[in-house]
């Protein structure tokens, strides 16, 4: 398979292709100007996707590209990662993109990022739990979190493969064999769940943008638990309207699926989403504060080993995991539910590595 070129080498053939001698001169400033963006020269983070190519990576390229905190985009795929490189590529905006392609280019793609963003692996089909993804996506997640290991240990992974429940124990298990493991720099995308939960309250008057639901727990069906007594602003429900709520946010997955009809799952408020979630793990590195975002980690809140809460974010990944905070009578039913689900996917996931 052919290299993928960076961005001087094909400037470099461009400009010998096209220019006559006399714009020699013109040439070798190019060179020069496009050497030094290439080495990302302008501030800011090197962030990698892996799974670039795919139906959230596309998007997720696309808006991470628009992020004026990125300086360095490394897209890596193993199908069609030149090609989506090239058309990102051509956007005015600073990040400089450069595209890696297979196996044999994942070093290469991981070397000294400060973030690697992971959406890599097979989406559902109606019919599927996100379970049913575990035979295909465990190898795939366990194999790139192998090169994170080797190339960046320090990097800020956000792991969006599903099932989520079971790969970030995953990945967990594969960065402690290694000796790399830091608990406060793997986290879980459970961002979507909090989007869709701030955006289904509209159903109550309420404008997405002015909402704040936490959801905790885990990402799937009933390990999804959105702590709707906690909205922000305070708001009060029927149950009814609590019941409603509960089931459109655990379902959203689902809904989004059985519309596709084979067709995938979520990719585009995915991508939202997963841009949402990178772009507070950037500004926590940055040192911005106060911020907080819900993720499935390392915890200590409940006696799981991984369950999602609100995050504080720093320079050094996540600096505090909140606690639940005060939960109704029907959230601590829920959060029975959810545990005992939850234990049984964390479960799978060590087993896989340790066996
Ligand atoms: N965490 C969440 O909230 C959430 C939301 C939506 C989807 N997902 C999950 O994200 C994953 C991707 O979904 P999608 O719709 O983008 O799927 P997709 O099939 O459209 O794209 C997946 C991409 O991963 C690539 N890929 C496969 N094996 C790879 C490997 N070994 N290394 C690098 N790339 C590899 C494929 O070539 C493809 O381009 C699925 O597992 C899905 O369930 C999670
Ligand atoms: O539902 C899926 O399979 C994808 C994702 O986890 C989602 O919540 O949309």
Redesign the pocket.
């Known amino acids: 398979m052919q290299p993928i070129p960076d961005v001087n080498q094909r400037i470099a053939r461009i400009s010998a292709h096209l220019h006559p001698p006399k714009y020699q001169m013109e040439e070798s400033s190019v060179l020069r100007r496009a050497n030094c963006r290439a080495k990302g020269g302008a501030p800011g983070f090197r962030v990698a996707i892996l799974g670039a190519a795919g139906g959230i990576g596309q998007p997720l390229a696309m808006l991470m590209k628009m992020n004026p905190l990125v300086s360095v985009l490394h897209l890596y795929d193993v199908v069609n990662a030149p090609g989506v490189t090239a058309d990102i590529s051509h956007m005015d905006t600073g990040a400089v993109v450069r595209g890696f392609l297979g196996q044999q280019q994942l070093e290469a793609a991981l070397t000294g990022m400060d973030l690697v963003i992971i959406p890599a692996g097979v989406?559902?089909k109606p019919g599927m739990t996100?379970d049913d993804l575990f035979k295909i996506n465990a190898g795939i997640v366990k194999t790139l979190c192998e090169g994170i290991a080797k190339c960046c240990p320090r990097a800020i992974v956000n792991l969006i493969s599903?099932p989520v429940n079971s790969t970030v124990p995953i990945a967990a298990e594969v960065f402690k064999k290694a000796g790399t493991y830091d608990p406060k720099r793997l986290l879980g995308v459970t961002m979507?769940d909090v989007v869709r939960a701030n955006t289904f309250a509209e159903v109550l008057g309420l404008d997405p943008r002015d909402v704040d639901v936490p959801v905790v727990g885990g990402?799937a069906g009933v390990t999804i638990l959105p702590l709707l007594s906690q909205v922000k602003p305070p708001s009060s429900f029927t149950q009814e309207e609590i019941n409603y709520l509960t089931d459109r946010i655990q379902n959203?997955?689902?809904e989004?699926?059985e519309a596709k009809a084979g067709a995938g799952?979520?990719t585009l408020s995915?991508a939202y989403a997963a841009v949402k979630f990178a772009d507070a793990c950037l500004r926590g590195l940055r040192g911005d504060a106060g911020v907080v975002e819900c993720a499935f980690v390392s915890s200590q809140v409940t006696e799981l080993p991984f369950f999602a809460t609100k995050v504080r974010l720093g320079r050094n990944g996540i600096d505090e995991v909140y606690s639940l905070g005060p939960l109704n009578e029907y959230e601590r039913i829920g959060l029975e539910k959810a545990k005992k689900e939850l234990a049984g996917s964390i479960e799978k996931g060590v087993s896989f590595i340790r066996g």
């Open positions: 989406p559902r996100r599903n979507l990402h959203g997955g689902t989004v699926v799952s979520a995915m």
